[in-house]
C-alpha cells in the first residue's frame, strides 16, 4: 500500500515533466473567482489528486478549472455558514486532515530510510532462496468431477513416467496438456517460478522450486486439475539482477520496522468496556438481521 502511494504520486509529478509546455511555470494562465493562478500552481495541485480526478483534467481542462472554481465558491459558503463547525463535517474534515498529515509523514519517513549496497549485497547473500529462479514446461490435465479425478490422476501419473523416462517433454504437452495458453507455447509456463511467485499455490510453487534443471515434479493437485511440471532451468539470479528489488524491499522492511516502533508509542486506555462491547452487540445484531432478510 506504502509503495503504491510513492510510485503514484512519482507518476503524478512526472506527468507534468514529461509535457515539454512552453508556457513557463509563472505565467498566469487563469483567473478563478477574482484570484490569478498559475500554471506551477495548477501542476502542483492536479499531481496531488486522485488518478480519476487527473484524468478529468487531462481530458478536459477547461472544463476541469470551471467546476474547480465552482467547488471554491461552494467551499467558502460553507465556511461562513459555519458547517466546518457542525458535526458530522467537524469530525469528517478532521479525519481527513488526519489522514493526509499521516500519509505526508509516512512518505517522508520512507524517503529518509537509508539503504546501502553492502546493505544490499549482505542481505542477498543471506538470503539466496529468495532468488532461486526455476524456468518450466507445464501439462494441465483438467477433471470436473471424483469419477475423471481418478482418470486426470492416472494420466498425469503417466505422463510423469514418460517424461522421466526420457520422453520429449514438447510432445507430451501437445498430447496431453489442456492448458491453451501453455499448451500453444509448448508448455512454456510464460513466468519464471521464484519464492515471490504469487500467481502459483505455495505448496506447488515449493515442488516447482525443489526440482533441479531437467527434472520432472509428481503430479501436483490444484482445485480442478493435475500439473506436472518439468525444470528447464534453475538457478539462484545474479545479485545485478535482483539489487534494484532488493533495494526497494530493503526500504520497505525498514519503513515497517519505523511503523511499528511509532505504533508501539501510541496508548490507548479503555475506562468503559460497557460502551464498546455495545458497539460490537450492535453491529452483530445488524449483521444477523441482514442475512435473516430473504434475498431479491
Avoid at 510510485?7 to 506527468?15: N, R, V
Avoid at 478563478?32 to 489528486?49: F, H, P, S, W, Y
Avoid at 467546476?67 to 469530525?91: G, I
Avoid at 508509542?265 to 460497557?274: D, G, H, L, P, R
Amino acid at each position: 500500500m506504502k509503495r503504491k502511494c510513492l510510485i503514484f504520486l512519482g507518476l503524478s509529478l512526472c506527468l507534468f515533466a514529461q509535457d515539454k509546455t512552453e508556457v513557463p511555470p509563472e505565467t498566469v494562465v487563469a483567473v478563478v473567482n477574482g484570484r490569478k493562478v498559475t500554471a506551477d500552481e495548477i501542476q502542483k495541485m492536479v499531481a496531488a489528486l486522485p488518478a480519476p480526478v487527473q484524468k478529468a483534467f487531462i481530458n478536459d481542462p477547461e472544463q476541469f478549472m470551471k467546476e474547480h472554481a465552482w467547488y471554491e465558491l461552494q467551499a467558502a459558503t460553507a465556511v461562513e455558514d459555519r458547517l466546518h463547525e457542525q458535526s458530522p463535517w467537524k469530525e469528517t474534515l478532521a479525519f481527513q486532515r488526519m489522514m493526509t498529515l499521516v500519509q505526508a509523514e509516512w512518505n517522508d519517513a520512507h524517503s529518509k530510510i537509508l539503504v546501502t549496497p553492502q546493505q544490499q549485497k549482505e542481505f542477498y547473500d543471506k538470503n539466496q532462496n529468495k532468488y532461486l529462479e526455476v524456468q518450466t514446461k507445464v501439462i494441465y490435465i483438467p477433471f470436473t468431477s471424483s469419477t475423471n479425478e481418478e482418470e486426470a490422476k492416472t494420466t498425469a501419473q503417466k505422463v510423469v513416467q514418460q517424461a522421466r523416462g526420457g520422453v520429449d517433454f514438447v510432445k507430451l504437452v501437445k498430447e496431453y496438456s489442456k492448458d491453451s495458453a501453455s499448451a500453444s507455447q509448448n508448455g512454456d509456463l510464460g513466468l519464471p517460478v521464484r519464492a515471490s511467485t504469487k500467481q502459483i499455490p505455495e505448496p506447488m510453487r515449493n515442488a516447482v522450486l525443489a526440482l533441479k534443471a531437467g527434472q520432472v515434479s509428481d503430479p501436483l493437485r490444484h482445485q480442478n486439475g493435475y500439473y506436472v511440471f518439468r525444470a528447464e532451468s534453475a538457478g539462484v539470479q545474479p545479485f545485478e539482477k535482483v539489487k534494484d528489488e532488493i533495494y526497494v524491499e530493503l526500504k520497505d522492511i525498514g519503513f515497517n520496522e519505523w511503523k511499528e516502533k511509532t505504533k508501539a508509542a501510541s496508548k490507548v486506555q479503555f475506562t468503559n468496556e460497557a460502551f464498546f462491547q455495545s458497539v460490537k452487540q450492535k453491529a452483530q445484531q445488524q449483521q444477523q438481521q441482514q442475512q435473516a432478510q430473504p434475498k431479491q
